[in-house]
């Protein structure tokens, strides 16, 4: 299977994931709210309660996750040569060149982000500017340009918009149950229906786990698009080892202070290095597994 046909079949599955996830929780919460309250109430209030949110997401998501890292916009004149490196590789990778944000931090660490390649924005700390050879920021670079080439940006925000949707029909049911009268439907002739408390009792157990099944999905898209934004880039500059010896100073660079759960898959690297996690909840692959696949050992 070549570079492209991954990278194409990556999209479909991330779709068919996402897609599945929410068609689940959105038919659980239908089942659930038919039985207690015989409508729909609770879907449609979760879609009006959500719309807002969802439309400031997709399109100031960008400046929200810049403005949370405190990066800052960084000119030609201030940064010649990162200016001149992104805009040679945007000119190999056939799009426009992102907008360019520096972060004030001795982390080594870098992300891509926007809603597609004519909104989009990368942002490196100076750290990573300090401590790489031109060869290595070229790496880094364009790993965060494959992303938003694969429109692996776009993917991260619509993602992180259903996960949000999918904790608030979580947050209506259980609200509904303890504050709406919970169990209390009953049939036309006023008998308890059982089989619909069943129903009931399945429906809250799902959209408990929900949220949790949601976010491992996520997590592992993230970590498979990490791969790949990995071979993109390295196709990109023809030199691989690039990447990978960036990759091996960055693993053992600080965490990032202004990272944050809501925005750490954006980056390169996990921005809370140091810290021991489970690899299940990780927003990144292995980082040694990322350097060996990049030198092909």
């Known amino acids: 299977m070549t570079l492209y046909s991954q990278i194409s079949s990556n999209k479909r599955n991330s779709i068919f994931l996402l897609t599945a996830v929410i068609a689940l929780v959105l038919g659980v919460v239908a089942l659930y709210s038919y039985y207690t309250y015989q409508d729909f109430s609770l879907v449609i209030l979760a879609a009006i309660l959500a719309i807002p949110s969802s439309l400031i997401g997709y399109y100031a998501g960008d400046k929200i996750a810049l403005t949370a890292n405190r990066a800052h916009s960084a000119t030609k004149e201030q940064a010649p040569e990162l200016?001149?490196?992104?805009?040679?590789?945007?000119?190999?990778?056939?799009?426009?060149?992102?907008?360019?944000?520096?972060?004030?931090?001795?982390?080594?660490?870098?992300?891509?982000?926007?809603?597609?390649?004519?909104?989009?924005?990368?942002?490196?700390?100076?750290?990573?500017?300090?401590?790489?050879e031109k060869t290595e920021l070229?790496?880094?670079l364009a790993h965060e340009l494959?992303?938003?080439?694969?429109?692996?940006?776009?993917f991260a925000m619509l993602v992180a918009i259903f996960i949000g949707f999918i904790v608030i029909l979580s947050d209506l049911v259980t609200r509904s149950m303890f504050f709406g009268g919970?169990?209390?439907?009953?049939?036309?002739?006023?008998?308890?229906?059982?089989?619909?408390?069943i129903i009931a009792v399945v429906s809250i157990i799902l959209l408990i786990i929900s949220p949790i099944i949601a976010k491992i999905i996520q997590l592992a898209v993230s970590r498979q698009r990490e791969y790949l934004a990995d071979s993109s880039g390295a196709l990109l500059t023809r030199y691989p080892e690039g990447l990978a010896s960036a990759l091996e100073k960055i693993a053992h660079g600080k965490p990032?202070?202004?990272?944050?759960?809501?925005?750490?898959?954006?980056?390169?690297?996990?921005?809370?290095?140091?810290?021991?996690?489970?690899?299940?909840?990780?927003?990144h692959p292995p980082i040694e597994e990322r350097i060996k696949r990049l030198r092909g050992v």
Do not use: C, W
Not at 93 to 112: C, H
Not at 256 to 283: D, Q, W, Y
């Open 83 to 132: 200016h001149r490196i992104i805009e040679n590789l945007s000119i190999t990778a056939g799009i426009p060149a992102p907008r360019i944000y520096i972060i004030d931090s001795p982390a080594l660490n870098a992300f891509a982000t926007g809603r597609d390649p004519e909104h989009a924005s990368i942002a490196v700390t100076t750290g990573l500017l300090e401590a790489l």
């Open 138 to 140: 070229e790496g880094v």
């Open 256 to 283: 990032l202070e202004t990272a944050s759960n809501a925005t750490a898959h954006l980056f390169i690297a996990n921005p809370f290095s140091g810290k021991r996690i489970m690899n299940l909840f990780s927003t």
């Open 182 to 197: 919970g169990f209390r439907n009953r049939d036309n002739r006023g008998n308890n229906n059982h089989a619909g408390a």
């Open 146 to 154: 494959s992303h938003i080439q694969n429109y692996d940006i776009r």
